[in-house]
């Protein structure tokens, strides 16, 4: 069995070579701008412990929580799974990976997860899944991104550009033209909408100018 990753040195290592101390299962991780979650399985691919996290997305977080957050993740996944640090393999596909300066930054605060640490972009998850890795990912979570792979290992992205420039179509952008539609009520500059009153409702405002406070109390 190949498991594409590196062990704490850098170097690339075929996993049937790896006589790890830790237990012989593994663990998957999908860091995400609102939530990470880590599984483990056990060489049969059973699953044993699950564990669940904040944002693991350097870019929004900080590195220093998305860390916290990844570890957390995976050492509830591994103490409901009844086995113990550093499993045999792990592959960590975490939003923000986009670039080797990402990789370079983040990699040596969750190399020793395991003997084996594989970690990507989060994208590479759901197109590890389709036969031969062969197809078209698309995540619309808290961002967006599309990443796609033909037969001869080309691989094509488009999006993941993060909330500001980019993330069309994810639940950040859902939910700031929610939010600007209900405003723009709350003015007379829009159409009535009840989202303005759900608004409200859901964070227990007594008026719109409160939506203020809310948005921007942590920024």
């Not at 704490?8 to 790896?18: A, F, P, R, Y």
């Not at 639940?171 to 600007?180: A, D, F, N, P, V």
Request: net charge negative; hydrophobic share 40%.
């Amino acid at each position: 069995m190949q498991f594409p990753g590196s062990n704490s040195s850098g170097e690339s290592i075929d996993l049937n070579s790896v006589n790890s101390t830790g237990c012989h299962y593994y663990a998957g991780v999908d860091g995400g701008g609102s939530k990470t979650l880590a599984v483990v399985v056990d060489a049969q691919g059973h699953e044993r412990g699950h564990g669940m996290a904040g944002s693991a997305n350097h870019t929004a977080v900080g590195l220093e929580q998305a860390v916290a957050h990844i570890c957390a993740a995976v050492e509830e996944a591994t103490r409901t799974a009844d086995c113990h640090l550093p499993l045999h393999a792990a592959w960590l596909g975490i939003a923000g990976i986009d670039r080797p300066a990402d990789y370079a930054m983040l990699f040596p605060h969750i190399r020793d997860l395991a003997a084996v640490v594989h970690l990507t972009n989060d994208a590479e998850l759901p197109l590890s899944a389709l036969d031969g890795t062969v197809g078209v990912a698309l995540i619309a979570g808290t961002g967006s991104i599309a990443l796609g792979r033909d037969p001869h290992g080309t691989t094509a992205r488009v999006g993941g550009w993060g909330h500001i420039i980019g993330d069309e179509g994810s639940g950040y952008e859902i939910g700031r033209q929610g939010l600007q539609a209900a405003v723009r009520a709350a003015d007379g500059r829009g159409q009535p909408t009840t989202l303005l009153e759900l608004i409200l409702q859901q964070w227990h405002l007594e008026k719109a100018s409160d939506i203020i406070g809310q948005i921007y109390q942590h920024t």
